[in-house]
């Protein structure tokens, strides 16, 4: 006892001794007292620390340059906490000083703290790069985790991370390619840096160098000789890795930035075969699998020699290799069919895995394969419980289950083993299929002495649906059971089961949402959030009773939970709006949610809303301006105003949702450009992107921004994306955009930019107009080259900038004859013709030929333009609305587009589309689309649509809405 009295007068003295040091800022004294290694006394330490601040700073600065390493360690550590984040920001140069400490311990200590300061620790990347070359591989382990972890931007780290691929330390080269893999290898010099990696000596460093090279979607194209070269390396490891990288070469991801050639398509295809006969088992798999996975393989010699290869290697002693070969064979589907002979004599495998994926593989080839079902049936049967599981398991992976496997599963509700019957639990109730004749296992098992498995079997009750009204007696003794899951699953299936019920399972649910345990509280108000309200007094009583529970889990857990009922909870809108005042955060977020999912109903919240744009919580305020944009999107001005102020949150995610908020808001968010060109120079790289989004989507109102703007693009070292985003900031200013002539001229000439980058330069000179004129040369030099998507944006462009001359002229008319119906390029050239009229009458004789063209679209262009340049506009205006009846889908959009590119001249075209807008549901989207866009463009002329248009922007769910709004901004704006 005498001892205990001692500990307490340690631990009040400590802390009393601690306040009164901070209070004098004696920093000696706080120093020596972190070095008694008493939680006693490291905790009322800790605590002080926490309540200086920034004064705590030269206290932990002075306490990493201790002689002991514990107080070196201690003191890194003490600044991950929140409240010194500002002490932090003047200790990253100790902390980063403290990578290269003896002690491992303090090493950890200060990674840690770094890595938890993110974009804090910005000052001191520059000496972080610099440690990935220090002579010590510890250091430079903790120097690439911390730079790994941080994710921000610095010239030197992929050249510091490419040379530290290839690493003498095994642990740093590892740590390297890991970082380099979810690095972005944008930058031209990264990717030239990383190509020598393929020739490196050392096997480790190749192989990494090829997975990296692929997993840099944006660039993989450019990788293609090499790995198709990398293909015929003497290590099996970088053979297998080249094999899996020019399989994902075909994917949609990598398409979606470039395109491979036809010659470029058929060297992995080559490569691919050759790797089949490769003499290493792994690579052949490895060859095989990608094969089978590139779509523009189906049905060739090649997938079939694929499945062969698969088929032999089932004959392999190592059972890893022959389960590899089963999986890979998975994938093949119906032209799989080769390797069932093999798959069945795999059904007799030694290795329990080999067999079940064999099984599996099988009936996916070719459904329920009878002696598959019948291998099955034996494997559900095994005497031992983790084969059964696994076989039950893999059904979850069928997507047609033969009724003889779902029989086999039942079996497993009865299994002696408790871990079996879970398992089998688990999977009947993933099925997503009604399965009436588990009902009488079910039953029996809400007797299980195991609370889980009887919480389980109600709730595979629930999931079975209606036609088990037979374990209507059990689920209602079940209301009754000890165990308050079991309790909460069994109403929700006698709900499910027998709506009849209902009241029952209300009354039981009600009891649990005033169960003293809040997890029980939250458990039940998820589970009666199922039932149908139905305008139900007493439950709508409880449920506000849940909304102003004591427990904020419990409020904001009903919020979300009560909200994803939907209109269906508008009685509880009063409550939801309440709840926007609460004291918690979460739910306020939450009560933001439910409103959100109340659509439409929500709108009487709108004042309340706007009152609580002042929220404390910058993430909350941020909800409530997505949620005011999507019901009352005229509130602009206030909701503004916030975004604005989040562009200075020291949030990242803040910052980033702001920016893509006020991208939604268009012109009307030129209040915050001051803040968005800010942004312009974060060091984040997506915050820069987005900064340009806003900008392009305010238009010619963001000009003051284009110096900066130009400086980004002038960049090469700047990532692409970015690029991207500046020029299409440069394409909205309009003609605005002509001090930007030079570099876009710049990017077009240079070959060796991405093609995405030279085709926004294109359509950036096009929108900049006549001012664009001295780019008519280089736009004729892109429309004679062999790149579609430049072609097309280049005829595009003409129509904008140039005159009709007749080198023009000729160009457009070559365009006009292009064979490929997949370019549109004769269609691109009708209409650019088009807006000359008269002054492309050379052309009317190509153009009457094309109008007789087999696609409709091109027929219809041409045809238009020809009474365009003939100055037939009468004729051309009413070929457009009997274009609009079309049986033809292309010619009917055509025909909506060419209407709008008209404008005002199409103020007879009104009744016709605002019909269309009426009944949006009337004709495909892409009609509707094309026919809200003209109306906008009309302007003042199409007023009359204006009730059609509010209709299909009232609803914050209409994919149309924002276009709907755009178009009758221009209706009203237009004088």
Request: net charge negative.
């Amino acid at each position: 006892m005498k001892k205990f009295y001692l500990v307490c007068f340690g631990i009040v003295a400590g802390c009393f001794l601690a306040v009164l040091l901070a209070w004098l800022a004696l920093t000696p004294a706080l120093l020596f007292l972190m070095k008694v290694n008493s939680p006693a006394v490291q905790g009322p330490v800790s605590g002080v620390l926490n309540r200086m601040g920034p004064r705590a700073a030269p206290v932990l600065i002075e306490a990493m340059g201790d002689t002991d390493p514990q107080v070196r360690a201690r003191a890194a550590e003490m600044l991950m906490s929140e409240d010194l984040q500002a002490a932090a920001r003047a200790a990253v140069p100790a902390l980063v000083h403290a990578l290269q400490d003896e002690n491992a311990q303090v090493r950890e200590a200060a990674s840690n703290t770094l890595t938890s300061l993110g974009p804090i620790a910005r000052d001191g990347l520059p000496e972080i790069v610099r440690l990935i070359r220090h002579p010590d591989p510890r250091v430079r382990l903790c120097a690439i985790q911390v730079v790994d972890w941080i994710g921000l931007p610095h010239p030197g780290v992929i050249p510091a991370l490419v040379q530290a691929l290839q690493d003498e330390d095994a642990g740093v080269q590892k740590a390297a390619g890991e970082a380099l893999e979810f690095a972005d290898l944008g930058a031209k010099e990264a990717w030239r840096a990383l190509m020598p990696c393929l020739q490196h000596p050392n096997a480790q460093v190749r192989q990494s160098a090829v997975r990296i090279l692929y997993s840099s979607a944006a660039r993989a194209t450019r990788a293609v000789p090499a790995l198709v070269e990398v293909a015929r390396d003497p290590d099996a490891g970088v053979r297998a890795q080249a094999a899996e990288a020019l399989g994902a070469l075909a994917t949609e991801q990598f398409h979606e930035t470039a395109t491979l050639s036809a010659q470029a398509a058929s060297q992995p295809i080559e490569a691919l075969r050759k790797l089949l006969e490769d003499p290493d088992a792994s690579v052949r798999i490895a060859a095989a699998r990608s094969i089978l996975t590139r779509p523009d393989m189906s049905g060739s010699d090649v997938r079939k020699a694929a499945v062969s290869a698969l088929s032999r290697l089932l004959q392999e002693e190592d059972p890893g290799l022959r389960a590899r070969a089963v999986e890979a064979l998975s994938v093949a589907g119906p032209e799989g069919r080769e390797a069932i002979p093999a798959l069945e004599q795999a059904f007799q495998d030694m290795d329990p895995a080999v067999r079940i994926a064999a099984l599996l593989t099988a009936l996916k080839i070719v459904p329920a394969h009878p002696r598959a079902v019948e291998a099955w049936g034996q494997e559900m049967k095994s005497p031992n419980p983790i084969t059964r599981a696994a076989a039950a398991h893999a059904l979850l992976q069928l997507q047609d289950r033969p009724p003889a496997l779902l029989s086999a599963l039942l079996e497993h509700l009865r299994d002696a083993d408790p871990a079996v019957r879970e398992n089998a639990l688990e999977m009947l109730s993933n099925l997503n299929a009604s399965v009436p004749e588990a009902a009488p296992a079910l039953v029996a098992l809400l007797q299980d002495r195991n609370a889980r498995i009887r919480a389980l079997a109600a709730h595979a009750l629930s999931e079975t649906g209606a036609g088990v009204k037979g374990a209507v007696p059990a689920l209602q003794e079940a209301l009754k059971d000890p165990d308050a899951a079991v309790r909460l699953h069994a109403g929700a299936a006698l709900a499910a089961v027998n709506p009849q019920q209902e009241d029952a399972v209300l009354q039981s649910f009600l009891r649990d949402l005033r169960h003293p345990d809040e997890t029980v509280r939250m458990t039940a108000v998820t589970q009666v959030s199922r039932l149908k309200l139905q305008g139900d007094p007493e439950l709508i009583r409880a449920l506000e009773a849940v909304l102003r529970d004591q427990s904020p889990s419990v409020r904001s857990s009903a919020l979300y939970s009560i909200g994803n009922l939907g209109p269906e909870a508008r009685a509880l809108l009063p409550a939801f709006t309440e709840a926007l005042k609460d004291g918690h955060p979460e739910v306020r977020s939450g009560a933001v949610y439910a409103l959100t999912k109340l659509g439409c109903e929500a709108r009487p919240a709108i004042q309340a809303l706007q009152d609580a744009l002042n929220d404390p919580e910058m993430k909350v305020r941020l909800e409530m301006v997505q949620l005011l944009h999507s019901l009352a999107p005229d509130v602009r001005a206030p909701a503004v105003r916030v975004l604005a102020e989040a562009l200075r949150d020291p949030d990242e995610d803040n910052r980033e949702q702001a920016l893509w908020l006020l991208a939604e808001f268009g012109r009307d968010a030129r209040p915050a450009i001051p803040e968005v060109v800010k942004a312009l120079q974060d060091a984040d790289p997506e915050l820069r992107t987005s900064a340009l989004e806003v900008l392009a989507a305010i238009g010619a109102d963001a000009r003051p921004a284009l110096p900066l703007i130009l400086r980004i693009l002038d960049n090469e070292e700047e990532e692409e994306e970015v690029r991207e985003s500046a020029l299409q900031a440069i394409s909205s200013l309009g003609p605005d955009a002509r001090p930007a002539l030079s570099s876009l001229l710049s990017i077009v000439r240079n070959e060796e930019e991405e093609e995405g980058m030279r085709c926004a330069a294109v359509e950036a000179l096009g929108e900049i107009g006549p001012g664009a004129a001295e780019a008519v040369p280089d736009l004729l030099r892109v429309l004679a080259g062999q790149e579609h998507v430049l072609r097309r944006a280049a005829i595009q462009a003409l129509g904008r900038v140039g005159q009709p001359d007749p080198p023009v002229i000729e160009a457009l008319i070559a365009a006009l004859k292009d064979p490929d119906p997949h370019a549109d390029l004769g269609l691109m050239a009708a209409r650019a013709l088009a807006k000359w009229g008269p002054g492309a009458s050379a052309a009317a004789q190509a153009l009457q030929e094309s109008s007789r063209s087999s696609q409709a679209a091109l027929r219809l262009a041409a045809a238009f333009a020809a009474d365009r340049v003939q100055a037939r506009n009468e004729s051309a205006l009413q070929l457009l609305l009997d274009g609009l009846k079309s049986e033809e889908l292309l010619a009917r959009i055509e025909a909506a587009s060419l209407l709008g590119s008209l404008g005002p001249e199409a103020a007879a075209a009104v009744p016709v589309l605002q019909a269309i807008a009426e009944n949006p549901k009337a004709d495909k989207p892409g009609v509707l689309a094309e026919a809200i866009e003209a109306l906008g463009r009309i302007g003042h002329e199409a007023r009359a649509a204006i009730p059609a248009l509010e209709a299909i922007a009232a609803s914050p769910q209409d994919p149309f809405r924002d276009s709907a709004l755009e178009a009758l901004r221009r209706i009203r704006e237009d004088p």
